[in-house]
């Protein structure tokens, strides 16, 4: 299902900037042609340089959002590892209500690990065999509140009560910040009401006490023992960053952190302060995307994340969508996901040919109600997506686009060209290429690229490992110019890996 619609325009409506036609357009000859002039003018977009490791080797991990602990284990080893992609988020480990709500898993309990994911020795498992397959496990951690104030029992058999969690924690371990019967938060233009007041009936644990600082420490340096690599922190604006940085100081090492900060520019939490403590979610990123493609407006992603605002690339974890934003929650209403088709698709191969940020791509399931939990059945069977599950990962485009981000990393674009408000061309360098279409009209045209004379595969639709790619077969002239035709609403993107 596409709830967005190209408009229809005629192959002569094209609107081309920067170019010579290399055919007049009748109504006999319908496809468009174009050729991009090497010029000293040339637009060459360079953002900031990524200091650490995992941006210089040009990783990218992926959510697989409600999976269990041994799906996840089988798939790093069939597709992940041998595809390229750095790590797994996975749901959070932790012991949750009872319910079949996906959101019941951001409820926990206790700090067992089992959970709807799996058990203890399921999760260890999982962390150890994706580890030998080269991937780690980005832990989803719940720091900022305990389940719902009432009386029930965990998935894991804990039995809790109103602000009585077995880990232990008692009345005077949770802000009581009096704003209202249920010291939930009223406003959110209030720092001080946002991170010490309860979201929505959430109990908000006092993560300025020591000793909740020590309990939160003691489970996260759990995981960090069974092999976990990294973490990330929910709510985390709701948490103060001098906080969270009291409770790593606890850690036995120094994981990869990704902080969820909500911020759009129009609360008192700001989005930099929290990267002290290590990476920050762009939230202002999918925003951003969404309107460049949903408005048909691709010239404005030119200079996408050196906007005021923007966090730092080598501290941004970016995302076309994600679990809460896909139903509407935290903004939602302003993303693409998985129902928009190619839409969606192209503004994730967008994300990851564009070098700013450390990208997520987003694994779910089929959803119409925005409580429904996971399937019952396997994510993959027989190394085919499973009933009810959608598998973005897996998508061709996808898998091909992690092993151009990984072939290009560190360099800069280069040959930006924007024909049109949907047609744009750009290289990393010498490294790779890339030229989307989101118009309805199939675009044939002269391209000048970096790359060297030669073959390559168009990794949106052949996987670079196989040696017959014939056709999507693109060919390298002399002095890097490519002759090719792009299909409507797709993408043409080549790289070499020497």
Not at 322 to 333: F, I, K, T, V
């Amino acid at each position: 299902m596409i709830r967005m619609t190209v408009n229809s325009r005629s192959k002569c409506s094209v609107a081309v900037l920067a170019v010579t036609l290399l055919a007049a357009c009748t109504d006999e000859t319908k496809d468009t042609a174009v050729q991009v002039e090497t010029s000293l003018t040339e637009t060459i977009q360079t953002l900031p340089s990524p200091s650490e490791a995992i941006h210089n080797s040009g990783g990218v991990f992926v959510h697989l959002f409600e999976w269990r602990w041994p799906d996840v284990a089988a798939e790093c080893e069939l597709f992940l590892g041998p595809n390229g992609y750095t790590a797994v988020q996975v749901s959070p480990a932790q012991e949750h209500i009872t319910g079949p709500q996906w959101w019941t898993r951001y409820q926990p309990v206790s700090y067992k690990l089992g959970s709807r994911g799996g058990t203890r020795a399921e999760f260890s498992d999982m962390v150890k065999r994706c580890k030998t397959a080269g991937v780690d496990i980005y832990a989803d951690a719940l720091i900022n509140h305990m389940a719902d104030v009432g009386d029930g029992t965990g998935v894991a058999g804990s039995v809790y009560g109103e602000y009585d969690y077995p880990v232990p924690y008692g009345y005077d371990d949770f802000h009581h910040c009096g704003r209202n019967h249920d010291d939930s938060i009223d406003n959110y233009q209030d720092l001080w009401e946002v991170q010490t007041c309860s979201l929505g009936k959430l109990p908000d644990l006092d993560t300025g006490k020591p000793a909740v600082q020590a309990k939160i420490a003691a489970y996260l340096n759990d995981l960090l023992r069974l092999g976990v690599a990294g973490f990330r922190l929910d709510a985390a604006k709701h948490v103060s960053h001098e906080e969270v940085g009291d409770i790593l100081s606890l850690l036995d090492s120094r994981p990869f952190l990704f902080q969820e900060v909500i911020d759009r520019g129009s609360e008192p939490i700001n989005a930099r302060s929290y990267i002290g403590n290590g990476h920050v979610t762009e939230f202002k990123y999918p925003m951003a995307l969404f309107e460049a493609f949903n408005n048909h407006r691709l010239d404005a992603l030119v200079d996408l994340g050196s906007h005021a605002g923007f966090l730092p690339a080598d501290k941004a974890v970016v995302f076309v969508d994600n679990h809460d934003l896909q139903r509407g929650h935290a903004g939602g209403d302003e993303i693409l996901n998985y129902k928009d088709g190619d839409l969606y698709t192209l503004a994730n191969v967008f994300m990851l040919a564009w070098p700013y940020g450390y990208p997520k791509v987003m694994s779910s399931y089929r959803f119409d109600d925005t409580d429904q939990g996971p399937p019952k059945s396997r994510p993959v069977i027989a190394d085919n997506c499973g009933s009810g599950w959608v598998c973005e990962h897996r998508w061709q485009a996808m898998a091909g686009m992690v092993r151009f981000r990984k072939a290009t990393a560190g360099h800069a674009v280069t040959n930006w060209r924007a024909f049109s408000d949907e047609l744009i061309s750009f290289g990393r360098g010498n490294k790779g290429h890339i030229i989307i279409n989101m118009s309805a009209e199939p675009i044939n045209g002269t391209f000048v690229t970096r790359m060297k004379p030669g073959n390559y595969c168009n990794v949106i639709s052949d996987r670079t490992n196989e040696e017959d790619c014939k056709e999507s077969l693109v060919q390298v002239g002399v002095d890097g110019v490519v002759q090719l035709s792009v299909a409507p609403m797709s993408a043409v993107a080549i790289h070499t890996d020497d």
